[in-house]
T-cell receptor, first 114, second 114 residues
Framework: AQKVTQAQTEISVVEKEDVTLDCVYE???????LFWYKQPPSGELVFLIR??????QNEISGRYSWNFQKSTSSFNFTITASQVVDSAVYFC???????????FGKGITLSVRP | DAGVIQSPRHEVTEMGQEVTLRCKPI?????LFWYRQTMMRGLELLIY????????DSGMPEDRFSAKMPNASFSTLKIQPSEPRDSAVYFC????????????FGPGTRLTVL
């Protein structure tokens, strides 16, 4: 069975603070894929990143960075110098096994205050 | 390029009525997914298609729900008869061939059943 846990439910920060969103996953498969999606107040789901289980390199894209650690089954997401526009719900998701199904975590609501 | 297109964006109906949600995937994508988002259950996969063929419908809640994909550019999700507990946001997503690729989501249809 596959499972994604996002233990933080709500985070509130002041603009320009750094913030890390945690994601812990469970799967018995050796090949799997991890994703982060953003859901702004407008409601759409925006793809942020995809990482496969064989690539543990950390990734940086502008103010966003991701830390993938197989040893702790974690795929954490850091926003540096947060902005009000970063306010959204962020979902971590897992795809593993023969199925193409995405299993989502419950999401983390991030509020960035001016 | 156009993204995934869903219609209608909002639907309000009365219990017992038939509801049809529509989706046009990104051109060239072989996989199409239907997800439902509720406060209680989060984001969950209902069904997905590969080359217009249903592959996994284990997430379809009950016989009142049905999905079709008559061609590569169109899919429907039908609820008949609708019930208040079906109220949710329904997302359609598509991905390129391979099944493990990134899924790109449409804007969603917000369904309210009174």
């Amino acid at each position: 069975a596959q499972k994604v846990t996002q233990a933080q439910t709500e985070i509130s920060v002041v603009e320009k603070e750094d913030v890390t969103l945690d994601c812990v996953y469970e799967t018995r498969d050796t090949t799997y894929y991890l994703f982060w999606y953003k859901q702004p107040p407008s409601g759409e789901l925006v793809f942020l990143i995809r990482r496969n289980s064989f690539d543990e390199q950390n990734e940086i894209s502008g103010r966003y960075s991701w830390n993938f650690q197989k040893s702790t089954s974690s795929f954490n997401f850091t926003i540096t110098a947060s902005q009000v526009v970063d306010s959204a719900v962020y979902f971590c998701a897992l795809m593993s096994g023969a199925n193409s199904k995405l299993t989502f975590g419950k999401g983390i609501t991030l509020s960035v205050r001016p | 390029d156009a993204g995934v297109i869903q219609s209608p964006r909002h639907e309000v109906t009365e219990m017992g009525q038939e509801v049809t949600l529509r989706c046009k995937p990104i051109s060239g994508h072989d996989y199409l997914f239907w997800y439902r988002q509720t406060m209680m259950r989060g984001l969950e996969l209902l069904i997905y298609f590969n080359n217009n063929v249903p592959i996994d419908d284990s997430g379809m809640p009950e016989d009142r729900f049905s999905a079709k994909m008559p061609n590569a550019s169109f899919s429907t999700l039908k609820i008949q008869p609708s019930e208040p507990r079906d109220s949710a946001v329904y997302f359609c997503a598509s991905s390129p061939s391979g099944g493990k690729d990134t899924q790109y989501f449409g804007p969603g249809t917000r369904l309210t059943v009174l």
